[in-house]
């Protein structure tokens, strides 16, 4: 089992930053790929960045170039730099990791960006 805690979520100004971070704990040395998604009010939950065991990173294209996913594995902590924040980042957003085949989420924070 593997459990995740998401935090830095918040209000901010369009065009502004935010860093999302997701703790792991549990049975983490069997985790590879990590990721966020996010779901914006009625619509479907959606990738957003994912990053492997390796580094190697996979961005939705509607945040090339604003985000940044990274993780570190000594502290089983990933992180989202999520910058020149848009209304449209309006969304819980939910760290995802997979340990072996099966999937974990965590409980989802709220990112609200005004216009």
């Known amino acids: 089992q593997v459990q995740l805690v998401e935090s830095g979520g918040g209000l901010v100004q369009a065009g502004g930053s935010l860093r999302l971070s997701c703790a792991a704990s549990?049975?983490?040395?069997?985790?590879?790929?990590m990721g966020w998604y996010r779901q914006a009010p009625g619509k479907q939950r959606e990738l957003v960045a994912v990053i492997s065991n390796v580094g190697m990173t996979n961005y939705a294209d509607s945040v090339k170039g604003r985000f940044t996913i990274s993780r570190d594995n000594a502290k089983n902590t990933l992180y989202l730099q999520m910058d020149s924040l848009k209304p449209e980042d309006t969304a819980v957003y939910y760290c995802?990791?997979?340990?072996?085949?099966?999937?974990?989420w965590g409980q989802g924070t709220q990112v609200t960006v005004s216009s």
């Open positions: 549990g049975s983490t040395l069997s985790i590879n790929v």
């Open positions: 995802n990791v997979y340990s072996g085949w099966i999937a974990y």
